[in-house]
T-cell receptor, first 112, second 114 residues
Framework: GAGVSQSPSNKVTEKGKDVELRCDPI?????LYWYRQRLGQGLEFLIY????????KSGLPSDRFSAERTGESVSTLTIQRTQQEDSAVYLC??????????FGQGTRLTVV | AQSVTQLGSHVSVSEGALVLLRCNYS??????LFWYVQYPNQGLQLLLK??????LVKGINGFEAEFKKSETSFHLTKPSAHMSDAAEYFC????????????FGKGITLSVRP
């Protein structure tokens, strides 16, 4: 597709369940980012993938959060044993180089 | 390591007034600098970017920003605010010439009063 695609667009889950969020970056983009945006808050960096380099996981808030990326393709963000404070919009972005990142529309996660 | 500082979380201006959103950065190498905008219930989109060409950069919707190395600043301005400018604005930095991570500021909410 022409842009960054995220799925699902909305997810409601029960507290304690695991969720998996998907991001399809723009083809050819070597860099991929995950951010979290809580209601009324700014962007919270989670994780950064760049080509075949080891990912920068410095933003992951706890060991319940993990992310994988297959080559320069799809990425999945997994949240285990979800908590209510995990409720947020999860944004994915991809970039070909350092000059611009393109964002998806996000996945709105609600933990009830 | 690079960082971005956006002072304050909220700016309110009257329609037709000057918009000034401040951004200061820290980078050990020449930076690339960006402003992104997020309209209500929408995704982030690029407003403008500085990538070591002209220091005064023009973006969409009448916005512009000036890179000032001596002040390590990249403030966003618009001469006359419009109601449709109400949004969240994010400043970001990366390192020029490298596949470096894009680092965002906390963002600032712009409100426009009629």
């Amino acid at each position: 597709g022409a842009g960054v695609s995220q799925s699902p667009s909305n997810k409601v889950t029960e507290k304690g369940k695991d969720v998996e969020l998907r991001c399809d970056p723009i083809s050819g983009h070597t860099a991929l980012y995950w951010y979290r945006q809580r209601l009324g808050q700014g962007l919270e960096f989670l994780i950064y993938f760049q080509g075949n380099s080891a990912p920068d996981k410095s933003g992951l808030p706890s060991d319940r959060f993990s992310a994988e990326r297959t080559g320069e393709s799809v990425s999945t963000l997994t949240i285990q044993r979800t908590q209510q404070e995990d409720s947020a919009v999860y944004l994915c972005a991809s970039s070909r180089d350092s000059t611009e990142a393109f964002f998806g529309q996000g996945t709105r996660l609600t933990v009830v | 390591a690079q960082s971005v500082t956006q002072l304050g979380s909220h700016v309110s201006v009257s329609e037709g007034a000057l918009v000034l959103l401040r951004c200061n950065y820290s980078s050990s190498v020449p930076p690339y600098l960006f402003w992104y905008v997020q309209y209500p219930n929408q995704g982030l989109q690029l407003l403008l970017k500085y990538t070591s060409a002209a220091t005064l950069v023009k973006g969409i919707n009448g916005f512009e920003a000036e890179f000032k190395k001596s002040e390590t600043s990249f403030h966003l301005t618009k001469p006359s605010a419009h109601m449709s400018d109400a949004a969240e604005y994010f400043c970001a930095v990366s390192e020029a010439g490298a596949n470096s991570k894009l680092t965002f500021g906390k963002g600032i909410t712009l409100s426009v009063r009629p």
